[in-house]
């Protein structure tokens, strides 16, 4: 999939563009409602919104579509301007939908003034009841012929508090037998008597997403509204009330495009609530959670994430990506800027017995130099201390190894990285039969891990000087959800929930050098994979990444 530039919207702008339409400017939007947490989903369509403005020198606004006063706060406000910040955008002007209140009530009433709108007394359900099906014809409302004296006085009255909840709406007057249901008379304003977190008690009625969307986007001097394809349907709408509203500039153009959707992944803001309110997880930055928040604290890096939705590209058929494909972008990014470390996960004791002592009968302690990132010279090096008592990965030892398993044994000589060659001769068990030490002999003249002799050794493992060591605690996780598809089999994604999604290994150690990495930083664990250091929890680690690439071994099968 080609990303960028050549796309089908920016086609779309660039014909417009030499056109004339717009004067030739370009400005796009971000409308989230602030109802929840941004997630992976909007990611694309930030970097669709942005990027669009962006590659034709023109802005993006970030305007909050909060039309519904019930769902929505100023927490969720907050929120997506931070996660909008860390995705590395800055919008030209952030607006409200709810700051052009009293533009869309006085173009309402230019459409009542027209005959174009009327104050429908019926409910919800007779309403929809009425708007019948494809080749069903609708039902027109019994108040669909008021005068527009009587409209213009209900319709004045609803916003003036007199009504309760419920007991009128107003309706676009169109077509109750178009074969496009967004064409039925759609609803344009309800009555709430609810406060607002930005307009209070100003406003007893909402206008509808329809009847905000465009018309917003008109005041804002929108030319490009950038949407998912479910507002396809939606669009011959959104051009009608432009299209009988005076505006002061060229009409804005809706373009729709598909949704981001990922493998072993749910992005509906309900459905995640659900996880969120539900304790499946630990809250909207549980770095198992799709949400931008979720994917930071996961150690995620804005870039991979900008890159890979560069990567997925902007069409209009909607699928679903492997998450693999993602994580590839995550280990990439990350290969060229995460330091190395070594930390055992589940440690099991090394003794060289033949490790010297100085003259005071305490064991020699060396020091040996490690680069912190092959991947770039700048990030220098770091000193770690090397002792005969050493950790290493349980699962690196085996009493009786099984074929093609190449790591210490009984006999066996192995390096650990960057130190001395050893060679395993004995181990030590408890009453359980359970192997609780290893010991070993090391050769002095590998000094650094090479042997002067040039005899080869089949593994190099981490370890960590167990007199030096540093205790920390790593996460590991798994999917979320253990369908491709979750929820695809019983319309319940919490059927398919994976119930072992986090490990929390909590005897983990590292080398000292672990203590200093700084909270939300990641680092390479030798051999292990990426993990990022808690914001808030010290030497808590969330695994980021394996090292191993699924999406090449997906690829391949
Ligand atoms: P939800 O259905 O989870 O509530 P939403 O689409 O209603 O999400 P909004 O806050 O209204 O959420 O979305 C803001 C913008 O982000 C909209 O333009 C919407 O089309 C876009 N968006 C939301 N989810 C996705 C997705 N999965 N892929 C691409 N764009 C998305
Ligand atoms: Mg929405
Ligand atoms: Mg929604």
Not at 3 to 17: H, K, M, R, T
Not at 77 to 83: A, E, F, K, T, Y
Not at 203 to 220: L, N, V
Request: charged residues 30%; proline residues 6%.
């Amino acid at each position: 999939a080609a990303g960028g530039a050549g796309d089908f919207i920016s086609d779309a702008v660039e014909q417009d563009l030499a056109n004339g339409v717009h004067g030739g400017r370009v400005r796009t939007r971000f409308p989230p409602e602030p109802n929840g947490y941004l997630h992976i989903g909007h990611a694309k369509a930030i970097t669709v919104d942005f990027g669009t403005a962006e590659r034709f020198g023109g802005v993006c606004n970030l305007r909050f579509d909060d039309t519904n006063p019930v769902a929505e706060n100023p927490e969720f406000v907050q929120s997506i301007l931070d996660d909008i910040a860390w995705l590395g955008y800055e919008p030209g002007a952030v607006l409200h939908a709810s700051g052009h209140f009293e533009q869309l009530y006085r173009w309402a009433l230019l459409l009542v003034e027209q005959g174009l709108a009327y104050v429908d007394d019926q409910d919800n359900e007779t309403i929809s009841a009425q708007r019948g099906g494809f080749g069903r014809p609708g039902v027109e409302s019994p108040y669909r012929n008021r005068t527009v004296a009587e409209n213009l006085d209900l319709f004045t009255r609803m916003r003036a508090g007199e009504f309760p909840d419920g007991s009128r709406v107003l309706r676009a007057r169109i077509d109750m037998d178009a074969d496009n249901m967004a064409l039925r008379d759609p609803v344009m304003y309800r009555i709430r008597h609810a406060e607002h977190h930005q307009t209070g008690t100003r406003w007893p009625i909402y206008p509808t997403y329809d009847w905000a969307h465009g018309q917003s986007d008109a005041i804002e001097g929108v030319t490009h509204s950038l949407c998912t394809l479910e507002f396809d349907a939606h669009r011959p709408l959104y051009d009608w009330f432009l299209e009988h509203l005076p505006l002061p500039t060229d009409k804005p153009r809706q373009i729709e495009f598909a949704r981001l959707e990922l493998t072993h992944t749910i992005t509906s803001k309900r459905r995640l609530a659900a996880l969120v309110n539900g304790g499946v997880v630990d809250g909207w930055d549980d770095p198992r959670m799709p949400t931008l928040r979720g994917l930071r604290r996961r150690g995620y890096p804005a870039k991979a994430v900008r890159d890979f939705c560069t990567y997925v590209g902007t069409t209009r058929t909607n699928s679903r990506h492997a998450i693999e494909e993602l994580e590839s972008f995550v280990r990439r990014e990350l290969n060229t800027t995460s330091q190395r470390r070594m930390v055992v996960t589940r440690p099991l004791r090394l003794v060289l017995d033949d490790w010297p002592t100085d003259e005071d009968g305490a064991p020699v302690v060396e020091h040996f130099r490690l680069t912190n990132n092959p991947e770039n010279p700048d990030d220098g090096t770091r000193e770690v201390a090397f002792t005969g008592e050493l950790l290493i990965e349980r699962e690196d030892f085996a009493e009786v190894p099984p074929p093609k398993f190449f790591r210490l044994a009984p006999g066996r000589e192995v390096r650990l990285r960057g130190a001395y060659l050893v060679t395993a001769t004995d181990v030590v068990k408890d009453a359980d039969g359970e192997i609780v030490e290893v010991h070993a002999s090391y050769d002095p003249a590998t000094r650094g891990g090479n042997a002067p002799d040039g005899r080869r050794v089949r593994s190099t493992m981490h370890w960590v000087s167990a007199p030096h060591a540093v205790d920390v605690r790593v996460a590991l996780y798994d999917r979320l959800f253990t369908a491709v598809n979750p929820g695809e089999a019983t319309g319940e994604p919490l059927d398919d929930l994976n119930p072992d999604s986090c490990e929390l290994l909590d005897s983990a150690k590292g080398e000292a050098a672990i203590a200093d990495v700084e909270p939300g930083r990641v680092v390479q664990f030798e051999r292990l994979g990426y993990f990022a250091a808690d914001p808030r929890t010290k030497r808590l680690f969330h695994r980021t990444v394996g090292l191993r690439d699924e999406w090449a071994a997906l690829q391949r099968r």
